[in-house]
């Protein structure tokens, strides 16, 4: 079992930034690979970004060139750096640690989440 625990989420105006922290406990060994997803009132869940632990990252269109992912795996922490925030960047941000080998944008394929952080973005 992972355990996972968000914390960063905030209030914003556009432009402005936030940084996500998440902090995994538990069996870490377990996963390579822990991602950010999001979701907002009525709409899909979408892949933010995620990481292996060799340090290689994907991102989601919508957030390339805007949010970093980043980890520290000595500590068993990933970050997500978020700048120039816009209004529809505004949702519930999770992150997730992959139940496999891979390290891919499918929700599907991560088996813990954690509770999740409010990221509301105004204009």
């Known amino acids: 079992q992972v355990q996972l625990a968000e914390s960063g989420g905030g209030s914003v105006q556009a432009g402005g930034s936030l940084r996500l922290s998440c902090a995994a406990s538990?069996?870490?060994?377990?996963?390579?690979?822990m991602g950010w997803f999001r979701q907002a009132p009525g709409q899909e869940r979408e892949a933010v970004a995620v990481?292996?632990?060799?340090?290689?990252?994907s991102y989601g269109d919508s957030v390339k060139g805007r949010f970093t992912i980043s980890q520290d795996t000595a500590e068993n922490t990933v970050y997500l750096q978020m700048n120039s925030l816009k209004p529809e960047d505004t949702a519930m941000y999770y992150c997730a640690a992959h139940s496999g080998w891979g390290c891919d944008l499918d929700s599907d394929d991560y088996k813990y989440w954690g509770q999740g952080t409010q990221v509301t973005v105004s204009s």
């Open positions: 538990g069996s870490t060994y377990s996963s390579v690979c």
């Open positions: 990481i292996h632990r060799d340090g290689s990252a």
